[in-house]
């Protein structure tokens, strides 16, 4: 069975090409605190200032006015997603799509509604991952870089934070790597519905807030799942994005 169950444009696996970010980029000016300023509880916070860089990269997913998930700037005009929170719509909902932003100050709309994966490049849930083309960049935000290629350590402290719920507000929570599992990365922080395709963010110290991760699958506030997961970025999904539409 085919893992795309969308109406709209796919781009097919592309011959590798040059990477298109595979370290940090280095910040404007240095800041003396971590990236978000709230520390956090038991639960997912409200992010303190969610225009400031990365969290002001990191959107909400829509359909007109539907909150489907979350994703995030790879590049001025690409946002990286979870596959999965565009199943089920039709071609009307999905020519809807658009972006709400912390640090912008409209939506952004996605153009033609254009969703790409990566195929049969990555199978089963490994490939949940989806890039929109934006009808435009966002003014005055900056994407967020990627780390691939390097897998973190066991307790390597990351941050999840989207927009879970209706999608208004963006939450975060952070919480250490427990395994790596092939493609996958574990780590045991809260998350809600509405998280998925945030980004995993690297939280050690020095750390930019690289993303090392896609969010895919979350706890829930259930006790039965001991920890959230998500998908490696890896050189290849890197080189897969750089030969998209930019």
């Not at 002001?56 to 994703?71: D, E, K, N, Q, Y």
């Not at 427990?178 to 996958?184: H, K, Y």
Request: net charge neutral; proline share 11%.
């Amino acid at each position: 069975m085919p893992r795309r169950t969308w109406d709209c444009p796919i781009l097919n696996w592309p011959e590798p090409g040059p990477i298109l970010v595979t370290a940090p980029q280095e910040q404007d000016a240095p800041s003396p605190k971590p990236f978000s300023d709230v520390v956090h509880d038991e639960d997912p916070s409200p992010v303190g200032d969610p225009s400031r860089h990365p969290h002001g990269a990191i959107g909400a997913v829509r359909s007109g006015a539907t909150h489907l998930g979350t994703g995030f700037l790879v590049t001025p005009r690409l946002v990286l997603t979870a596959a999965h929170v565009f199943r089920g719509l039709s071609k009307m909902q999905i020519s809807l799509l658009n972006l709400r932003f912390g640090g912008a100050a409209q939506p952004v709309a996605a153009v033609d509604g254009r969703v790409f994966d990566p195929g049969a490049a990555f199978e089963g849930s490994a490939g949940d991952l989806a890039v929109l083309l934006l009808a435009h960049p966002p003014a005055g935000l900056r994407p967020i870089s990627l780390l691939a290629g390097d897998r973190p350590r066991i307790g390597h402290l990351v941050e999840v934070s989207g927009y879970p719920g209706k999608g208004t507000t963006q939450l975060f929570h952070r919480g250490p790597v427990v395994a790596l599992d092939g493609p996958f990365l574990d780590y045991r922080l809260d998350t809600e519905r509405g998280h998925s395709g945030a980004p995993v963010l690297s939280h050690e110290p020095g750390s930019t807030g690289a993303a090392i991760a896609v969010h895919v699958l979350g706890s829930g506030h259930n006790p039965q799942v001991a920890a959230n997961r998500g998908i490696l970025l890896t050189p290849q999904h890197v080189q897969w994005i750089g030969s998209l539409p930019q």
